[in-house]
T-cell receptor, first 112, second 109 residues
């Protein structure tokens, strides 16, 4: 079992550019979560899917951020017109029903 | 809403124990999880508790008091390699997690 796979591990973008982050959940897991981690704010919930359907995106900034799960094997988080304050580690997690989410190693996004 | 509070730092001595406290306020509580996170790595799941009382998992034990909105993670027989951040998280509907800031535990010789 390879665990949750996130790519790329590191991404550097210029201010105003677009960034797309990829997540491959553990096979058979029905739920996929996206979190963002910074030193100041800690781990913050962004959004999650269950059986590929978006369930709760209450943590997503309403502008510039979007997430999709086109099939059961991957999810993407897209940030348009990136800003320096978007710099963070973006973590994806997946879980079976009623079990603790298991995290990927994250993508460290640096916006210059 | 949800609020999860933990101390920022905790120092202890190899061979002894460390207790990481967590208090929470919540509008929806399905359980509480603890994760360990090392610098530059993913949070690693340690324990999930939903019932009051102490859950003994050997090196790690967890306690929960739902009426007091309180939990702790107890690390016994500390080793240097236990130095890491320990994250408390409240599970709400859909297995969504609300995390505390994390407690950085430093184990010294």
């Amino acid at each position: 079992n390879a665990g949750v796979i996130q790519t790329p591990r590191h991404k550097v973008t210029g201010k105003g550019q677009e960034a797309t982050l990829w997540c491959e959940p553990i096979s058979g897991h029905s739920a996929v979560f996206w979190y963002r981690q910074t030193i100041v704010q800690g781990l913050e919930f962004l959004t999650y899917f269950r059986n590929q359907a978006p369930i709760d995106d209450s943590g997503m900034p309403k502008e510039r951020f979007s997430a999709q799960m086109p099939n059961q094997s991957h999810s993407t988080l897209k940030i348009q017109s990136t800003q320096p304050q978007d710099s963070a580690v973006y973590l994806c997690a997946s879980s079976l029903e009623n079990q603790a989410p298991l995290f990927g190693e994250g993508t460290r996004l640096s916006v210059l | 809403g949800q609020g999860v509070e933990q101390p920022d730092n905790l120092m202890s001595v190899e061979g002894t124990f460390a207790r990481v406290n967590c208090t929470y306020s919540t509008s929806g509580f399905n359980g509480l999880s603890w994760y360990q996170q090392r610098e530059g790595h993913a949070p690693v799941f340690l324990s999930y508790v939903v019932l009051d009382g102490l859950k003994d998992s050997g090196h790690f034990s967890t306690f929960l008091s739902r009426s007091n909105g309180y939990s702790y993670l107890l690390l016994t027989e500390l080793q240097i390699k236990d130095s890491a951040s320990y994250l408390c998280a409240v599970n709400s509907a859909g297995n969504k997690l609300t995390f505390g800031i994390g407690t950085r535990v430093l184990v010294r010789p």
